[in-house]
């Protein structure tokens, strides 16, 4: 299998692994000095030691933006694997959505800074950020148009997983689309520290790597437990979250132009409506998470047994039995097809392997 042959999904979690790689020693030894400085009382971080807490923010903020990528890239992977199954079509621009996988990992790094655009930074180190800010959204968009074209003409069934991968891609996007106002130097001053940030975290967060999850499990549940789940339930299920998700998170953008401060319990009468709205939501959005976790429990024992391909794909987990052996082949498969040919998906026997 050539590197132009590898399902998306292992190039999202190359990305992730890259993160992890150069990202996690950054803060273990922010930690290290944390308790340096606790126990030896050094001035690393404390003012009143002569140490600098914007430092801290630094190195704080060099891991925890490429770690939102920590989560996010595996989701855009399985809406990857989802969007030409259920639509019956090549991927559209399959190196672009991998190298965008790639180009996430590496700009993630360079754009910590636009969380302390309010912390005292430089003028001009702050437009810099900004403009790195922005420009992570490309490959981003990259993703979302790419999954578009795919859609565009294809034979689209609305089964569960896509109906996972239809809300990722929608409440992405708005997540992506309220990122430029934050990187916006101006309009950062105005929503710094208000409920804007944390309903735009979460619509990427929530919106999106969540999603990603739910489209995954619902996607690779056969495989995994050799039954399937009740279909209707499924498609309710993210018909609630979708909807429930909305009412909680979007109310916030309104309560944070408006100047709503984030961590505050009380808050003006004015508010009250739209924080009602939000406390309605996340009941709705709590019902859609357990839905699955009943139906799933149920299925193990009582859902149709699981063909090993029941949704057609094309990747090779769908060429052995479900749920799979320990050895999945006896013998290493010859991968002779293109990646998501849905035109010739071979059958077992043509990869020349026995189960």
């Known amino acids: 299998m050539t590197w132009s042959r590898l399902p998306l999904f292992l190039y999202s979690t190359y990305a992730t692994s890259i993160i992890f790689v150069l990202g996690t020693p950054v803060l273990a030894i922010t930690l290290l000095l944390v308790i340096a400085e606790r126990a030896f009382h050094l001035g690393i971080f404390d003012p009143t030691l002569g140490g600098d807490p914007l430092l801290f923010q630094h190195l704080f903020w060099f891991y925890s933006h490429p770690a939102v990528y920590i989560m996010i890239l595996p989701a855009m992977g399985v809406v990857s694997e989802i969007i030409p199954c259920f639509s019956r079509k090549r991927i559209f621009g399959y190196k672009a959505v991998a190298m965008a996988s790639i180009a996430i990992a590496v700009l993630g790094f360079l754009v910590w800074a636009h969380h302390m655009f309010v912390a005292g930074i430089s003028l001009y180190s702050a437009m810099i950020f900004s403009i790195f800010s922005y420009l992570v959204a490309v490959p981003s968009a990259i993703k979302v148009f790419n999954w578009t074209a795919t859609l565009y003409k294809g034979s689209i069934t609305f089964s569960t997983p896509m109906l996972y991968a239809f809300g990722f891609i929608g409440l992405f996007t708005m997540g992506g689309m309220t990122g430029l106002f934050v990187a916006a130097l101006g309009i950062d001053v105005h929503v710094t520290d208000t409920y804007f940030v944390i309903a735009h975290f979460h619509y990427i967060m929530v919106g999106g790597a969540l999603m990603g999850y739910l489209g995954g499990m619902h996607f690779w549940w056969p495989k995994i437990s050799g039954r399937m789940y009740p279909e209707a339930w499924g498609r309710l299920a993210a018909m609630i979250v979708f909807i429930g998700f909305n009412l909680t998170f979007f109310p916030q953008f309104i309560l944070g132009y408006l100047g709503m ?27 859609g998470y357990l839905l699955p976790m009943v139906y799933f429990l149920w299925s193990m024992r009582y859902g149709k047994v699981a063909e090993a391909n029941p949704w057609g794909a094309s990747g090779l987990e769908w060429m052995t039995t479900s749920p799979p052996p320990t050895v999945n082949f006896d013998h290493t498969p010859e991968v002779t097809w293109e990646a998501y040919d849905y035109e010739h998906i071979p059958a077992p026997e043509e990869l020349h392997i026995e189960r």
Do not use: C, D, K
């Open 261 to 287: 401060p984030r961590r505050y319990w009380q808050y003006p009468p004015e508010f009250q409506m739209l924080n009602v709205l939000s406390t309605a939501g996340s009941t709705i959005l709590a019902v």
